[in-house]
């Protein structure tokens, strides 16, 4: 069974694309009823307007620093080499999106 979503402002924009992704996973698989099928597509498209949401947030505060004057874009800066990436901390299985809305 799938939990009712409410809003949750503590998720973050990549703890919700892999929730997406297990969603994906899960559908894709044959091993399950309609309807946990529904109720789990009902989830993520639920998810997916909360990480649109973030990522619209997101481009509007990039956009909101540019026109400032105080940051250049990207493709204006000089060549550079890329940092090194930095581990991700350990995935957390216990994902939580039960009060998403």
Do not use: W
């Not at 649109?52 to 026109?67: F, S």
């Amino acid at each position: 069974m799938v939990p009712a979503l409410h809003q949750k402002t503590d998720m973050s924009f990549e703890k919700g694309l892999a929730e997406l992704q297990r969603i994906v996973d899960k559908l894709e698989s044959s091993e399950i009823d309609l309807e946990t099928a529904v109720a789990d597509f009902e989830q993520g498209i639920k998810i997916q307007q909360y990480c649109q949401k973030k990522l619209d947030e997101a481009t509007l505060q990039v956009n909101r620093l540019l026109q400032d004057g105080k940051l250049k874009p990207l493709k204006d800066l000089p060549h550079r080499q890329a940092a090194p990436p930095q581990p991700s901390p350990g995935q957390d299985d216990s994902l939580d999106f039960s009060d998403l809305e």
